[in-house]
């Protein structure tokens, strides 16, 4: 008997959740590549939280011709905000669906260019590996002087935040997304609390193009690198691991401004007391992580959790 690739999968079924503002520019690319998917989504579920560009007539086209997209409009004025925004916007369209139906969930961005057959191996990963909860390709940003597409350098153990693609039931356990700007890694330290595991694969048929890079800021990269560090304090990174991680960033283009930025952002926020996650079991983990990771590397650290929560498991399988 012949087998379509979606006969090929166990359960291929995906929801797509996509929060845009404004992206007349780049959404055409990602609307072409998400309809050209060798296991397409079986819905398509697109928030336009207030564009004023030709966003929505684009949205529109493409949703009179394919009938698993939906676009749903929000109107919250014309200023684009990043991070609440997006996941309250993202949140408009997760109450339109009931996630149980579907085995795995995305948050995309309307900014991407994906491989034509990007879900159909991401699918095949979660089933090879019943403990990935989370995951993505590397993203690649065009260099604007150059035309060469540059890494963003998104470590293995996190899940691009433009491509988040979960497993249902690990997006259920952790309670979805933080509405603040470092949901994205929130999420991905959840997971690992949690038992599950998250990851961007480096496989070179899994790399995307992010037309906007990542962390740029509509308001420049400072802005984006004052945020970043915001971020990290509202998370409760420790001071230590967020100054070493600044000046890492430092060595990184944009040379010093983006490390500066960074831990600027996360004084900043200290001396003025902003409010952070408030969830002591999720810091006490993040913090105890983060010095591993200090001490042994990201990757090692990564797999010394993975196999101390493998042996607990073993050890009560009841839990």
């Known amino acids: 008997m012949n087998m379509t690739k979606t006969d090929q999968h166990k359960d291929s079924s995906y929801a797509i959740i996509t929060p845009c503002k404004d992206e007349a520019e780049f959404g055409r690319r990602t609307l072409e590549s998400v309809t050209s998917q060798t296991i397409p989504p079986s819905v398509w ?56 139906q579907y085995a795995y969930l995305c948050k995309l961005d309307l900014d991407l260019e994906l491989p034509h057959d990007y879900f159909e191996k991401l699918i095949s990963k979660m089933e090879a590996n019943p403990r990935l909860g989370s995951c993505s390709g590397k993203a690649f940003y065009p260099d604007t002087r150059t035309g060469k597409l540059v890494s963003e350098k ?11 693609f979960y497993r249902t039931a690990c997006y259920l356990e952790v309670g979805g997304f933080v509405n603040q700007v470092m949901w994205d890694g929130i999420d991905s330290h959840l997971c690992r609390m949690k038992g599950w595991q998250t990851t961007s694969f480096p496989d070179e048929d899994l790399i995307f193009v992010h037309l906007r890079p990542m962390g740029s800021s509509h ?17 409760g990174t420790h001071p230590i691991y967020m100054l070493i991680s600044g000046l890492y960033r430092m ?7 983006g490390g500066v930025g960074m831990i600027w952002g996360y004084i900043k926020s200290a001396l003025t007391k902003t409010p952070r996650y408030e969830n002591p079991e999720f810091r006490r983990f993040l913090r105890k992580y983060q010095w591993e990771c200090l001490f042994l590397g990201k990757a090692r650290a990564t797999r010394r959790l993975d196999q101390s929560q493998v042996s607990a498991k073993a050890s009560n399988p009841l839990t």
């Open 219 to 235: 308001q420049g990269i400072w802005t984006g690198r004052v945020r970043h560090g915001f971020g990290q304090y509202f998370m």
């Open 45 to 100: 579920i697109i928030v336009d939280d207030g564009s004023t560009d030709e966003t929505p007539s684009l949205l529109a086209e493409y949703e009179a011709r394919f009938d698993y997209i939906r676009v749903i409009r929000v109107d919250r004025g014309p200023e684009r905000r990043v991070g609440p925004a997006v996941i309250e916007a993202f949140n408009v369209g997760y109450q339109t669906i009931d996630s149980s």
């Open 251 to 257: 060595t990184r283009p944009p040379l010093l401004l």
């Open 154 to 164: 998104i470590s293995d153990e996190m899940a691009v935040g433009a491509s988040k």
